[in-house]
């Protein structure tokens, strides 16, 4: 099924475009009501955007004239609506969010009973009822609230023992996100000294220069301040990055191959098997294989991880981007317990991040993400696709080659790992040139 409008993470683009304005959003609001199978209430937070106020208030309105009950979570991590929604039982969780994005783009994604996100043919039952007329709905004031925040703050807090970080010296880094309230009343609960970057939101500055995407400034600081490590969150909170006490930055293959293989080693690790997506470098795969799991891969995006991990019934898995879900905690991608669960590994073992890190040794890999003018089938571009089978050929069980577009940007991702940096810098030429020849790229 194709899908007109829902991305790999929602519905998401340029506040007041053709797509994130209020009409369409309460046009959406309207849509999901009528999607339901019984009406009840139903969860919207955001992040720190200026224009999330707006949007939340245009789908509230959508969601009331198709005859749900909506209710503010207000600013909240994504995270912690899908954990309200589980837990307090709403039929729906809404976010307004653009997660990484700049302040400009703002989006819609939804969560479903239990707190988990909508497969691609539930977002493409609610896209075939967007042409439905809004029926129109008289003003009801302030919307109701909840506190999805401390309870959320709470149940964080009981990952690890009380005190456990007294002594420890943490750079957080908010993103100037949702997580400004909340990861740091958690770690300064559990003893930890916080010293705070991106944690003055102003509705412009999200993601500006800072967070899981801009890692420099976590890394100097935590080299600056002798911390025992950094920790950076997206927008919306549901990404995690780590930088070591050297000030050397862990992605999200590094956290979960570290997790997988601790919890191999003391026989936790659920089927023995970790799921991540096409985009992990193969160094994961043997890594876990060496300590005695298996590795399962599914296309890009969390929501099809966490898919994976039902099918595979695991509990552990996740992206190279940061996005790490830990299902027996979480329904969710959750940075925010992803930095405690790799804590938890410091704790038990008494060896830091820069040794810890060691157990995966990444095959060389280059990415680059050209911006399009247009998303042309892949398999209508000869030249590309001819490169493709090439380097995969010559490649053979060394490396591999990804190209797929972005479920969420005009861009085009190019992908190659290989046995050594010379091999993988030459290929990713080629395939750039056969991008260039075929598409109008910026």
Same mark, same amino acid.
């Given at each position: 099924?194709?899908?007109? &409008? ?22 959406? *609001? ?15 937070? %955001? ?14 309105? !959508? ?41 400009? /783009? ?13 497969? /691609?043919?539930?977002? &493409? ?25 401390? =309870? ?28 400004? =309230? ?33 890692? =420099? ?10 911390? %025992? ?23 999200? /293959? ?15 690790? @659920? ?11 193969? *160094? ?7 300590? !005695? ?16 991990? =039902? ?7 996740? $992206? ?24 938890? @590994? ?70 190659? $790992? ?6 993988? %810098? ?17």
């Amino acid at each position: 099924m194709n899908r007109s &409008y829902f991305g790999t993470d929602g519905v998401r683009g340029p506040y007041g475009g053709p797509l994130i304005n209020e009409v369409f959003a309460e046009r959406l *609001g309207f849509a999901a009501a009528a999607w339901l199978a019984k009406k009840g209430r139903v969860f919207i937070g %955001r992040d720190t955007r200026s224009s999330g106020a707006s949007l939340e208030a245009a789908v509230a309105r !959508g969601l009331r004239a198709g005859g749900a009950e909506p209710v503010s979570l207000g600013i909240v991590p994504t995270p912690a609506v899908a954990r309200a929604v589980r837990t307090d039982g709403a039929v729906l969780g809404v976010v307004i969010t653009a997660s990484h994005n700049p302040a400009a /783009d703002n989006g819609i994604k939804f969560f479903g009973p239990g707190g988990v996100k909508l497969t /691609d043919a539930e977002e &493409y039952s609610i896209e075939q009822l967007l042409s439905a007329a809004v029926a129109p709905v008289s003003e009801f004031g302030r919307l109701p609230t909840l506190d999805a925040s401390a =309870a959320y703050i709470a149940a964080a807090a009981k990952l690890l023992p009380a005190q456990a970080l007294r002594g420890w010296r943490i750079v957080l880094d908010t993103a100037n996100g949702a997580t400004c =309230a909340t990861s740091p009343v958690v770690f300064r609960g559990l003893g930890a000294e916080v010293i705070g970057l991106g944690d003055s939101p102003d509705g412009q500055n999200i993601n500006a220069g800072v967070g899981s995407e801009h890692p =420099a400034q976590l890394a100097a600081k935590v080299k600056a301040s002798g911390a %025992r490590l950094g920790v950076a969150h997206d927008g919306d909170g549901d990404r995690c990055v780590v930088c070591d006490e050297l000030g050397s930055v862990l992605d999200g /293959d590094e956290l979960l191959t570290l997790l997988a293989t601790h919890a191999l080693a003391r026989g936790t690790l @659920v089927n023995k098997t970790l799921v991540v997506t096409v985009q992990s470098n193969l *160094g994961v795969d043997a890594a876990i294989t060496a300590a !005695g799991g298996r590795v399962s891969r599914t296309s890009v995006g969390d929501r099809y991880v966490i898919e994976g991990m =039902a099918k595979e019934r695991a509990t552990l898995g996740g $992206e190279s981007s940061g996005h790490i879900i830990c299902s027996e905690i979480s329904p969710t991608g959750d940075g925010l317990v992803a930095a405690l669960k790799v804590i938890e @590994v410091m704790l038990e073992t008494g060896k830091p991040l820069s040794e810890l890190r060691r157990v995966l040794v990444k095959f060389p890999q280059l990415t680059a993400a050209l911006t399009v003018a247009e998303k042309k089938p892949l398999d209508s571009l000869p030249v590309l696709s001819a490169v493709i089978r090439v380097l995969e050929s010559e490649l053979r069980s060394q490396g591999r080659v990804l190209v797929r577009y972005s479920g969420t940007e005009p861009k085009l991702r190019l992908l190659i $790992e290989g046995p050594s940096e010379d091999v993988v %810098r030459a290929g990713l030429a080629r395939l750039e040139a056969a991008v260039r020849a075929e598409l109008t790229v910026s």
